[in-house]
């Protein structure tokens, strides 16, 4: 079965949303992540901004691939599996990756217990991707192309007869051009190219 080329994400941070359950506030954030340092700053901000909270739980996903995701469920002092896996179930439930949900929870005097804890944070959870603006990436892949000045014309024909999108390039008596090909496409593409006498065509890794 081939992978899929396209992915879903999020476009900007959401606005923030409050769920209540038995006098207890859950502030849910979704925000757009590509690195676990990104992870990091924004949780850094959200514990300064609710430095008085009890939990700061949370689950995210990156990557653009499902057979090479990245995810990580916290559930920060909550009873285990509580709070961080259902947040994650909801990343899971609106197939977004390149994703950081946070839920804040402030105690508010009485105990939910597991159920009541797992269904608030699910809830807080759905309601900020809801918040959200979900869009449909491409996965594109990135090829280089080197060849000397005089193969010029044919490599640009083929690159202005499919279209492809030139990500760099240097234009000198050996010339290189990096552009880049949605994945379902590039096969055919990196074929096209590896036929033209004269031009070196290499695939860069992610």
Request: net charge positive; proline share 1%.
């Amino acid at each position: 079965m081939t992978e899929k080329d396209t992915y879903k994400t999020i476009t900007k941070a959401s606005e923030e949303i409050l769920f209540k359950e038995k006098n207890s506030k859950f502030f849910g954030y979704a925000f757009p992540v590509t690195t676990e340092d990104a992870v990091k700053i924004h949780l850094d901000d959200l514990r300064k901004q609710h430095h008085s909270a009890r939990h700061w739980c949370y689950a995210y996903q990156l990557g653009k691939k499902e057979s090479n995701y990245q995810f990580r469920a916290n559930d920060d002092g909550e009873p285990n599996n509580s709070a961080g896996m259902p947040i994650y179930g909801q990343i899971q439930s609106f197939e977004v990756t390149n994703v950081l949900i946070v839920v804040v929870r402030y105690f508010g005097g009485v105990k939910l217990g597991v159920g009541g804890l797992i269904s608030a944070y699910k809830t807080a959870a759905q309601m900020a991707l809801e918040n959200s603006k979900i869009v449909t990436r491409t996965i594109n892949q990135e090829i280089e192309l080197k060849f000397e000045y005089k193969d010029m014309n044919k490599v640009m024909r083929v690159i202005k007869e499919k279209n492809l999108k030139i990500k760099s390039q240097t234009l000198e008596l050996d010339c290189t051009i990096i552009i880049s090909v949605r994945l379902k496409n590039s096969k055919a593409v990196l074929d096209t190219f590896e036929s033209i006498f004269g031009v070196q065509v290499k695939v860069l890794e992610d």
